[in-house]
């Protein structure tokens, strides 16, 4: 470990971009820090500009935003802190990684745990993008479309990022389980699902 | 006896074939997301929550109770077979369980795990049954400031005790405040938090909230690394035999499944956010009493290659737990678990408040739901003892249908909940925030907890205040609310000088250049 900070810090001082990066490896969840103290202030201004009805009891609509928007933003900042102090460890650290899942009760009980999985380092934003944007697209197409191609189209979008190849057989699953879905759903349960443009065949 | 009479009752309605084929169903459900890793009860419930609006309410309750219970059978299997934990409560079974298997002794591993989840449910449903008297006695004497201590109570133990880090466990629960303070106040009528958005004036939805952190984040996390690696090249471990145990498994067996269940039964009750604890607890006591065992002579200390004691004893605690769970649940109002957290907002769409009076207004579903209980506990040995290896089948499902079914109904759930593209919207914000947690291992069952009590704990706190005009001491006063603070504080304190500990013993590791010993 020791010596990866060396080369780290090597590398920072070669250069000035790749030792802001070097820096903010294994450092990102300060931004989940950020994030915090920012939906913490938001909750403030928001509650300190509320309207509040002049009939109101005497521990108003406020009281409880305030706590909450305060503890938000100490939070928020101890967890910024507590990660540039202490980055998370390097993918290839062998044992600096605790194991997952069992958290301090299975320090309490000097409990062993199964390697549940490695520690999310990297995120594939590829494979997430494509989630993601089936899902856009699906709220976007849903009600001129109707869920029977809407929701064939998410069914295929995903399968197709989880590592889906063909294309045709797999549109033929997404079709089926989006009409499986209708027949069981709206048929069976009642539910009231866009038709969309298909709205006059079915 | 009147327990008697009243159970009798809600036999006589459980057993109606209706709620037959819905226990069923609610059973194999369960066990299948068990089995599956990755997905759990709480998003079967989420999932499941706005497609049985329709159904009779103790229809759709005695399927949602038979998936909480059918996860924890269904998860075990996966532990034994693939040393993948699908929940936390199953973490403890599968470090001896997957060495048994591994052994060659799957078949006995899966027996005492479903025997013992068998015994936890149905022991703690009983405790349940016939308790449910003292628990209505206690309730009753509950008010504001009480039941203020016991949300504080619930928050504190699930973010900051049972988290692995407070902070992030503690971020988790004020996440879950924010979200749960978006829209009008009920008491006095202000607007927060809306953006002046129309749709944001009711608040945003439970069922969103559970369906986007727990479907669509789980979605997204797995997406973010399935082509790295990971899980594709593990098979589960050959579990044909027959699940018989032998006399000296049994002997071995029995006083562990006691054991364990002793465990499960108080902390079911208390909100320390679900079975982690008493798993954990279970299966440390058995290791300590292998250990003293062995250095008495009486008999191997097998911890480390598969000791039966340590399938049977976390097993039977897990239920136990879920058992006392659906009691505090039904006579306080008080969600312990994120699948309890979902089945209280589940009563609050149904027009329902958990709670004394539950057992008063709707006594039918509530004797009805207990005796399902034990009705879906006999499914669930049927379904598991024999047929686990078939089970462990559903392993096989390509991940890619599985994955685009679990969204396909995640967004078809959430839209016909409310018939609004806007929480479509808000599914994929909190399926992002949701991803994100998981990334940086921020715990989730905060977040539900806190979405759902969130709005009681600042009603009482505010009522609480207004009858003492103000005086923040009112909040203190009284046995009750001292004693819920006092263990609160205790249970921290413990917990924070205990990581601390920790953490100065692995930095003293650091130093001399040894590895943490790890798993």
């Not at chain 1, 990066?21 to 202030?41: H, K």
């Amino acid at each position: 470990m020791t010596t990866h900070r060396t080369t780290d810090a090597a590398q920072g001082a070669a250069t000035a971009t790749g030792g802001a990066r070097a820096w903010w490896r294994g450092r990102s969840e300060i931004f989940v820090g950020l994030l915090t103290v920012g939906i913490g202030a938001f909750l403030a201004v928001q509650t300190a500009s509320m309207h509040v009805p002049d009939n109101s009891a005497s521990p108003g609509p406020q009281l409880f935003p305030a706590l909450v928007a305060a503890l938000m933003i100490v939070l928020g900042s101890a967890l910024a802190l507590q990660v540039a102090r202490r980055p998370a460890p390097e993918p290839d650290d062998g044992g600096a990684d605790r194991p997952e899942g069992a958290g301090v009760v299975g320090d309490l009980v000097e409990g062993e745990s199964p390697h549940t999985a490695a520690p999310a380092t990297h995120s594939d934003w590829r494979t997430v993008g494509t989630v993601l944007g089936s899902v856009v697209l699906f709220a976007l197409l849903l009600q001129p479309v109707g869920w029977l191609l809407s929701g064939a189209l998410l069914f295929f979008g995903v399968a197709w990022a989880f590592g889906g190849r063909r294309p045709l057989f797999e549109a033929t699953v997404a079709l089926v389980y989006s009409s499986v879905v209708q027949l069981a759903f709206v048929a069976g349960l009642g539910l009231n699902l866009p038709s969309g443009i298909l709205g006059g065949v079915l | 006896m009147e327990t008697f009479g009243l159970l009798a009752g809600g036999f006589a309605a459980a057993l109606t074939p209706e709620n037959l084929l819905w226990a069923f169903i609610g059973v194999l459900l369960g066990t299948a997301v068990g089995v599956l890793p990755g997905l759990g009860s709480a998003m079967a419930v989420a999932l499941l929550l706005p497609v049985t609006f329709k159904l009779d309410p103790t229809g759709a309750f005695i399927m949602f109770t038979a998936v909480y219970y059918g996860g924890l059978f269904g998860d075990s299997t996966t532990s034994i077979l693939m040393n993948t934990p699908g929940n936390s409560s199953a973490i403890a079974t599968a470090i001896e369980g997957h060495r048994m298997a591994k052994r060659g002794r799957a078949p006995q591993a899966l027996a005492t795990a479903a025997i013992g989840a068998f015994l936890g449910a149905v022991v703690s449903t009983t405790v349940v049954a016939f308790f449910s008297g003292v628990i209505i006695d206690i309730a009753l004497r509950f008010g504001p400031a009480e039941y203020l201590a016991l949300a504080v109570f619930a928050f504190l133990a699930t973010s900051a005790v049972v988290a692995q880090s407070m902070v992030r466990g503690t971020i988790a629960l004020t996440i879950g405040l924010a979200i749960a303070m978006v829209g009008i106040d009920a008491q006095s009528g202000a607007a927060r938090f809306t953006l002046g958005i129309p749709s944001l004036f009711e608040g945003i939805s439970v069922v969103t909230v559970t369906v986007g952190l727990l479907a669509l984040g789980e979605v997204l996390h797995v997406a973010s690394r399935i082509h790295r690696g990971g899980h594709q090249g593990a098979s589960p471990v050959n579990a044909g035999g027959t699940p018989w145990l032998g006399r000296g498994d049994l002997r071995r067996a029995v006083p562990a499944w006691l054991r364990g269940i002793g465990f499960g039964l108080p902390f079911g009750a208390v909100p320390a956010g679900g079975s982690e604890i008493p798993t954990f607890l279970a299966y440390g006591t058995e290791r300590r009493l292998a250990r003293f065992r062995a250095r008495r002579g009486k008999g191997p200390d097998e911890f480390g290659d598969g000791a039966i004691e340590g399938v049977a004893a976390p097993e039977s605690a897990a239920s136990a737990t879920a058992g006392t769970a659906m009691g505090a649940l039904l006579g306080l109002g008080l969600p312990t678990s994120a699948t309890a957290a979902i089945m209280l907002a589940a009563f609050q769409q149904y027009g329902m408040q958990p709670g004394p009076l539950l057992f008063e207004r709707n006594a039918d579903l509530v004797w009805a739901l207990l005796a399902s209980l034990f009705v879906g506990s006999v499914m669930l040995l049927i379904l598991n003892l024999p047929f686990a290896p078939l089970w462990a089948k559903l392993l096989l499902i390509p991940r890619r249908y599985l994955y685009a079914g679990i969204t396909g109904f995640a967004v078809l759930g959430v839209y016909a909940a409310s018939y609004s593209i806007t929480d479509l919207w808000l599914l994929i914000l909190l399926g992002l925030l949701g991803f994100m947690m998981r990334r940086y291992e921020i715990p989730l069952a905060p977040v539900l907890i806190a979405v759902i009590l969130g709005p009681l704990a600042e009603t009482e706190l505010r009522r609480a205040l207004a009858i003492g005009q103000g005086d923040v001491g009112v909040l203190f006063a009284g046995p009750i609310t001292l004693g819920i603070y006092t263990v609160v504080l205790a249970a921290v304190a413990f917990v924070g000088i205990a990581r601390m500990r920790a953490r100065s013993r692995a930095a003293a590791q650091e130093e001399t250049g040894e590895d943490a010993p790890v798993g």
